[in-house]
């Protein structure tokens, strides 16, 4: 299926620079099986690229503790190193940092300029396509929360390039375990047909990931964590950086120190993604 007219058009300006390579005014990028690949290779790419122009200029410290997210460099790298602990990484969030493994098995600690989110909350804060809107509407896919939390992170990983590692996936399910990291999944005659997986503390979801197996089931997996978030209270939707899956959303780039304010104000919030068993 080819574009609809309505998503052709142009992202705002402020997150232009930060695609790259992605085609920002695609909807139709699950019509692709290896779109989903491609931008988790670009993604690594330019986390590659971000690793090397940081070490030349200087050697980041090693947490913990954690530097403010406010002395990151320019490429936006605040901490390199460090075990990957559970409590770690909460405590990065926290502080509106959020870790990435790169091929050598080393871990960056990021808090990039700009920070995308997804406003959710603002008027025409989350766009939502025509196709994809039918899509939802029609019913092609059940969604399901927290029911298939490894196979979602596993899917993830399941590329030729990806940041994802055997630890970073280890950690994200401990937190799983503990209530933590949820998962969003679409399901289409009794198998996972895409999902996404993030971090939720206060009212501030954490996105970090998304795949799919069938088209728009990653999309239709964003919009019922939209909705989700909506219903229950949240203020925050971070997805760090745009790609042309969340282009079509029209995400909003933030400075960072706005995106510390709106991050301080959200975990102030008392929210819960699931109910308490």
């Known amino acids: 299926m080819g574009p609809d007219p309505d998503d052709e058009d142009e992202p705002p300006p402020e997150l232009a620079d930060l695609a790259g390579e992605a085609d920002l005014a695609r909807e139709d990028d699950d019509d692709d099986p290896d779109a989903a690949e491609g931008e988790e290779a670009l993604r690594l790419r330019l986390l590659l690229e971000l690793i090397g122009r940081a070490r030349r200029r200087r050697r980041p410290p090693t947490p913990p503790p954690f530097p403010p997210a406010t002395t990151a460099d320019a490429a936006g790298l605040v901490a390199w190193g460090g075990r990957l602990d559970p409590d770690l990484v909460l405590d990065a969030y926290r502080r509106g940092i959020f870790p990435m493994a790169d091929p050598s098995g080393e871990i960056g600690w990021w808090s990039p300029e700009p920070r995308v989110v997804i406003d959710f909350l603002a008027p ?3 766009h939502v396509p025509r196709r994809l809107a039918r899509t939802v509407r029609q019913g092609r896919f059940e969604l399901r929360i927290d029911a298939a939390c490894a196979e979602v992170i596993a899917a993830c990983a399941d590329r030729d390039e990806t940041w994802i590692d055997d630890r970073v996936a280890a950690c994200y399910l401990e937190l799983h375990r503990r209530g ?13 047909a895409g999902g996404l997986y993030g971090v939720a503390l206060g009212g501030a979801f954490f996105a970090e990931s998304m795949f799919h197996r069938v088209t728009d089931a990653s999309k239709v997996a964003v919009v019922g964590l939209v909705e989700r978030l909506r219903a229950r209270g949240f203020a925050l939707l ?3 950086m745009v790609t042309g899956a969340t282009a079509i959303f029209r ?13 301080a104000g959200a975990l102030r919030l008392a929210c819960s993604f699931v109910d308490a068993p």
């Open 180 to 192: 933590v990291v949820h998962t969003v999944e679409a399901w289409q005659d009794g198998r996972l």
């Open 238 to 240: 971070d997805i760090q």
């Open 124 to 126: 025409g804060g989350f």
């Open 251 to 263: 995400p909003r780039a933030l400075r960072r120190r706005d995106y510390l304010e709106r991050l």
